[in-house]
């Protein structure tokens, strides 16, 4: 089998999640190699994901584990075997890896939750609101690589409105929406196009107003992915330096309880639309 130039972010948790099955066994990867009729080598490679893996064969690394979680294992044989290049293929060499895995993620997770402080959540954004953010990215970014980013986080919404949308529970903090990303005519559209997506059935959209006070999370953006099991859930943080992704079950047990706190002192719905259309009017 091929060694991999470029695993995946996909490829290579479906590795660290067999790692994870294989040191609670308590057992060496020269152990599992020998079980499942291989070497060591062949087991640290399928972990690095630097080679591909079969379903036949993380099922039967499971069972050498003695794995008893069938949903997880069925969910993790599911990872592998994909042939088709995602659409996010097309910018490797263009965009960042964590660019790519970030769309990779969100085509994949069977719900997406989300919250935005200083910025309006990318699934929601329009084409300007975006190019006026990217314009604004130190070191300066050229036209073309503008506009890379623009259509790269354009078509990371198709996940909104493919036959079976991706459920969306975003939670957006009164500064964000009053940011004026491009001038008051592109802002306005913004706003507009938030509430028009947030009558979708499977959009939810709500709004920390400025004087609810004090919450946590208030210095980053969060998007939480739900896997098909609880265990392949995944937290993106997008900060300056670029994308983080979390998937300990510390990790994902403390974000889940700052999303609990952060939508717990946000408005009701149909309260957050009508701060939204109060401060389009104000433009």
């Given amino acids: 089998m091929p060694v991999r130039s470029n695993p995946t972010g996909r490829q290579l948790r479906l590795g660290a999640e067999?790692?994870?099955?294989?040191?609670?066994?308590?057992?060496?990867?020269?152990?599992?190699?020998?079980?499942?009729?291989?070497?060591?080598?062949?087991?640290?490679?399928?972990?690095?994901?630097?080679?591909?893996?079969?379903?036949?064969?993380?099922?039967?690394?499971?069972?050498?584990?003695?794995?008893?979680?069938?949903?997880?294992?069925?969910?993790?044989?599911?990872?592998?075997g994909e042939r088709k290049r995602g659409w996010w293929e097309q910018y490797r060499g263009i965009l960042s890896a964590g660019l790519l895995n970030l769309a990779e993620l969100e085509h994949h997770a069977t719900s997406l939750r989300g919250a935005y402080v200083a910025h309006l959540p990318g699934l929601l954004q329009t084409p300007e609101h975006a190019r006026a953010i990217f314009r604004q990215v130190v070191p300066e970014l050229s036209p073309p690589e503008v506009e890379h980013r623009v259509s790269h986080r354009i078509k990371r919404q198709a996940v909104l409105y493919r036959d079976k949308p991706t459920p969306c529970a975003t939670v957006i903090h009164e500064a964000a929406l009053r940011m004026r990303f491009g001038g008051a005519s592109t802002?306005?559209?913004?706003?507009?196009?938030?509430?028009?997506?947030?009558?979708?059935?499977?959009?939810?959209?709500?709004?920390?107003?400025?004087d609810a006070g004090d919450f946590p999370g208030a210095g980053q953006s969060i998007l939480y992915a739900t896997g098909p099991v609880h265990q392949l859930d995944t937290v993106h943080l997008d900060t300056e330096v670029g994308s983080v992704f979390l998937?300990?079950?510390?990790?994902?047990?403390?974000?889940?309880?700052?999303?609990?706190?952060?939508?717990?002192?946000?408005?009701?719905?149909?309260?957050?639309?009508?701060?939204?259309?109060?401060?389009?009017?104000?433009?």
């Fill in 18 to 80: 067999l790692r994870k099955l294989r040191e609670r066994a308590d057992m060496s990867s020269t152990e599992a190699g020998r079980l499942l009729g291989t070497n060591q080598a062949q087991i640290s490679n399928i972990e690095a994901s630097r080679i591909g893996v079969s379903a036949d064969r993380v099922r039967a690394l499971a069972r050498n584990y003695e794995c008893s979680d069938h949903a997880l294992i069925d969910a993790l044989a599911g990872m592998t």
């Fill in 187 to 210: 802002a306005a559209s913004q706003l507009q196009h938030i509430l028009k997506m947030s009558e979708q059935e499977h959009i939810t959209v709500r709004v920390i107003p400025f």
């Fill in 247 to 283: 998937d300990s079950d510390a990790q994902l047990a403390r974000y889940r309880v700052v999303l609990d706190r952060m939508e717990a002192i946000a408005l009701p719905v149909s309260q957050s639309r009508d701060v939204i259309r109060s401060i389009m009017q104000s433009l």
